[in-house]
């Protein structure tokens, strides 16, 4: 049987895929430099480079740099774009997920004991890159396939999707779990982002937050409005 043939672009999103965990995926092999804008997604944003390098620059001035098999997550409403508003020549896949809606849950394998550490796991990471370990770069090459097989029309392609979909999340928690830390610098608003995500049952205060970090509730709320694009107010409430 001759192989599929490659394609550079292949993506989904949720009104094809029908799992609300899963908002869209994708995934570029680049020739050129690609025009990107800064933009923010309002789930978790996973992205590995497999080949090439590329850079995310977040609204905070952090750079996060993509190499052969680096990973990088950003998180939820985190305005970012590619250096110099492009994205590089490189082989990149990309993943955009929520667990924590209730609505996660539907046609997902995953249950809510699950999603919720799923989501408190990437919350407490905040927005890094680290070296994808065997089984992280396995579960994206799989993701690969899957999409693949829904750009060419293949059996089973939906199926395919939501699963390969589903095992690069847990494989990508597990990959994070097991990187070192001190890969990045934690800033006030992935800071902010841990805290809140600590105390889903029992949401802190704007001013609890802000004692917290040592500043003050003006400058907390200006500074994380400026760097994330929400106010404290409404990330609290999309986590």
Known sequence: MPKP????????????????????????????????????????????VSEGETVWVLADGQELRLVGGSAALIQPGVLHHGKNLVIAPSRLFWLVFAPAPRAAGRLSLLSPVDRDALHKAFARAGSRVWQADEDLRRSFELFHDAILAKATGSSYALARCRAASTQLILSAAASLGKAPPGTRQEGLVDQARRLMAERLDDPPSIPEIARALGVSASFFSARFKRESGLTPGDCLRRL
């Open 5 to 48: 043939r490659r394609k550079s672009r292949m993506t989904f999103d949720e009104a094809w895929l029908g799992m609300p965990l899963v908002s869209h995926g994708g995934f570029d092999h680049l020739g050129k430099t690609l025009g990107l804008a800064p933009h923010a997604h309002e789930g978790f944003e996973l992205t590995y």
